[in-house]
């Protein structure tokens, strides 16, 4: 499986000042403020605590999204997570509504690991540049993008990319 061509808004970055390098681009790194299930805050700081997080876009609609998250919930678990983190953002719930639907839909699949409520600033850093779901985002231990990939895949597919991107790390 390799990374698609799907990536963040940078959220009022500009590459103005510095032209990017000729062989790699200059990172992407995008700013959010969210809300967990729980209520509790959660903005790109997340991203420090771990050498690599996937995010993982979902809607409680989603087939695909729901039959990958048993999957995701088990990779969630299996790696130390000062490696790897797993966070979901449903995009078709906002703050503020009823979330019951989502909690029943993560507890019925096992997805055990942080999921997010679409708001404002996750909808322009990340979910502007969704076209479908699922779709997930890979990010460094910095907040630097590192690649996407558009639709569901199977445990093991994940967890080898998982693991080649952690390699890169």
């Known amino acids: 499986m390799e990374t698609a061509g799907v990536s963040p808004d940078q959220d009022g970055a500009s590459s103005e000042s510095e032209p990017p390098d000729q ?21 790109q700081e997340i991203f420090t605590q771990s050498k690599l997080t996937m995010v993982n876009v979902w809607a409680t609609y989603c087939n695909p999204c729901l039959s990958e998250m048993p999957g995701l919930g088990e990779l969630a678990a299996e790696y130390d997570p000062a490696e790897f983190q797993l966070i979901g953002i449903v995009s078709d719930v906002m703050e503020g509504e009823d979330q019951s639907l989502v909690e029943s839909l993560i507890q019925e699949t096992g997805a055990d690991y ?56």
């Open 114 to 169: 942080l999921h997010l409520l679409a708001n404002d600033s996750i909808g322009q850093a990340i979910l502007s540049s969704v076209s479908g779901v699922p779709t997930t985002f890979f990010f460094d231990g910095e907040g630097a993008y590192l690649g996407g990939v558009v639709g569901s895949a199977e445990k093991s597919a994940w967890e080898g990319l998982i693991n080649e991107l952690l390699e890169k790390q």
């Open 23 to 43: 062989e790699e681009a200059a990172p992407i790194f995008i700013t959010f403020e969210g809300t967990d299930l729980d209520g509790n805050s959660v903005s």
